[in-house]
């Protein structure tokens, strides 16, 4: 059986924030690679300093992702071994990172995760919301239609729901959250790990109250919708409790018995009748 000479790809998960908050295994992997393919080559080469590590970087980053995967995966297919870091956390979480190793399995090229620092990780464990079961939605889409969608999901969930978010548009995600999560508890996790660590905690309209010009990297942690899970048990609920659920939610009448029939699988007529 002929050996695979091909390399290996080490994604490596850096500090996000402590610089301490690296493991022994990505340092000494950093150490023994060919290469590294940074998001940002010049935040990198701070980590690598600090290190102590002199090693070849390439940029890798989403603007440049396709074309420089080819680079790779010629340097790969060289026997290189390489390491693929972002500016901070787990490369391949709202970081690049996700065609390379694709391509990768592809070839059958082998693939070594280096665990470490993950910013929406750490904001769940400390956060006091249900950690059994999440949604990880990354950053909202800033096309209308699309972030109206991802509302309504996160409007419906039973799960917790985790949320990235830049500084300059916390105020307006903010606002979308008010007028669909009611009293719904958040937490908001902002520069992990970092000197001026904050978690803000409350509903959506008392954490718009408290935040004003910051800044750094923010995760937002969502509560579950705990009435959807009184929806699912439709069983256990007569008519007119299903109703007064959604009377409560501010909706009219016409649309609770839409809302109705579609839950229990029975038609729209019937239901008016029931409440006529």
């Known amino acids: 059986m ?3 000479k091909n390399g290996k790809l080490y994604v490596v998960a850096t500090p ?19 290469l590294i393919a940074a998001e940002d080559t010049r935040h990198t080469l701070k980590l690598l300093n600090h290190l102590e590590i002199a090693k070849p970087l390439i940029s890798y980053h989403r603007h440049n ?13 060289e026997g290189k071994n390489i390491a693929l ?14 065609v390379i190793i694709k391509k990768c399995i592809e070839e059958n090229i082998q693939v070594i995760p280096i665990p470490g620092a993950c910013a929406m990780i750490n904001a769940l464990i400390i956060s006091g919301i249900d950690t059994k079961e999440f949604n990880f ?7 209308k239609k699309l972030r ?50 904050e978690f803000i ?21 969502i509560e579950g919708n705990k009435k959807m899970e009184m929806k699912n048990n439709f069983d256990n609920m007569s008519l007119e409790e299903h109703y007064k659920l959604y009377e409560e939610e501010g909706m009219e009448k016409k649309e609770i018995i839409k809302r109705i029939a579609k839950d229990r699988g029975l038609s729209k007529n019937e239901i008016y009748q029931r409440f006529i």
């Open 148 to 197: 109206k969608e991802k509302l309504e999901e996160i409007r419906i969930s039973k799960k917790t729901i985790i949320l990235y978010e830049a500084p300059h548009k916390l105020t307006t995600t903010l606002k979308d959250l008010v007028e669909i999560l009611e009293d719904r508890q958040v937490v908001l996790a902002r520069e992990l790990t970092k000197i001026h660590e």
């Open 16 to 34: 996000i924030g402590n610089l301490e908050d690296i493991t022994l295994r990505a340092i000494r992997t950093l150490k023994e690679v060919d």
């Open 137 to 143: 939605f990354g950053f909202l889409p800033l096309n």
């Open 2 to 4: 002929e050996e695979n």
């Open 65 to 77: 992702e396709e074309i420089k995967t080819e680079t790779l995966m010629d340097k790969l297919l």
């Open 85 to 98: 870091v972002s500016d901070a956390g787990t490369p391949g979480i709202c970081d690049p990172g996700e």
């Open 201 to 221: 905690r409350g509903n959506s309209k008392e954490i718009m109250n408290q935040v004003e010009n910051v800044k750094g990297e923010m995760v937002l942690i």
